[in-house]
């Protein structure tokens, strides 16, 4: 009887081992977690074949009281901090060039917009900009500034009328 209490105790606590190996270390449904599942499903299976039905009810009863109880000391101990990732990422794109930039100026596209692509702006300002309607604007084709938000300039295709004033 020993025998059976210790292999059933051994499944507990290798079942219960791998379930929090799978919720706090491992991404993603894995072995360990799958694992864990049988171990403590095998611990009840085990004590519901060998030592009986009440044996089988406080075997359930001890699995759930202590994967709660092992979740809980987790949660509240410092445990997790050792492993947790707590850099924050300060760097910034450099957004010169569309600092430089306002809205109605005239500049022509490097790259076909898809509807994202490159512009340069007063022969020397090369920046991404997108189509504010969606719209595909082909390499070569002249745009005009839109709206320019934090890290991005929304442009749209030049009428006629005022392509052919910036020609003359």
Same mark, same amino acid.
């Given at each position: ?9 051994? *499944? &507990? ?5 791998? #379930? ?8 993603? !449904? %894995? /072995? +360990? ?6 171990? *403590? &499903? ?5 004590? #519901? ?8 009810? !406080? %075997? /359930? +009863? ?26 924050d990422i300060e760097a910034t794109v450099d957004q010169t ?29 090369i920046v991404e900009v997108k189509s504010i309607t969606g ?34």
């Open positions: 009887m020993a025998i059976e209490i210790i292999i059933i105790t051994f *499944l &507990i606590l290798l079942g219960v081992g791998l #379930f929090l190996a799978e919720v706090f270390l491992l991404p993603g !449904i %894995t /072995i +360990a977690g799958i694992a864990g599942g049988v171990m *403590l &499903i095998g611990s009840i299976a085990y004590a #519901f074949y060998y030592m009986g039905e009440t044996a089988g009810y !406080i %075997t /359930i +009863a001890a699995n759930v009281i202590i994967t709660v109880a092992a979740f809980i000391f987790i949660m509240k101990s410092n445990a997790l901090n050792h492993i947790a990732l707590k850099t060039e569309i600092r430089q930039l306002q809205t109605g100026q005239i500049g022509v596209t490097l790259s076909r917009l898809n509807p994202i692509g490159k512009a340069e702006f007063d022969s020397q300002y719209e595909f604007i082909d390499e070569g084709e002249d745009v005009q500034i839109v709206k320019i938000e934090q890290s991005s300039v929304m442009v749209q295709t030049v009428p006629q009328t005022e392509n052919q004033t910036s020609i003359n």
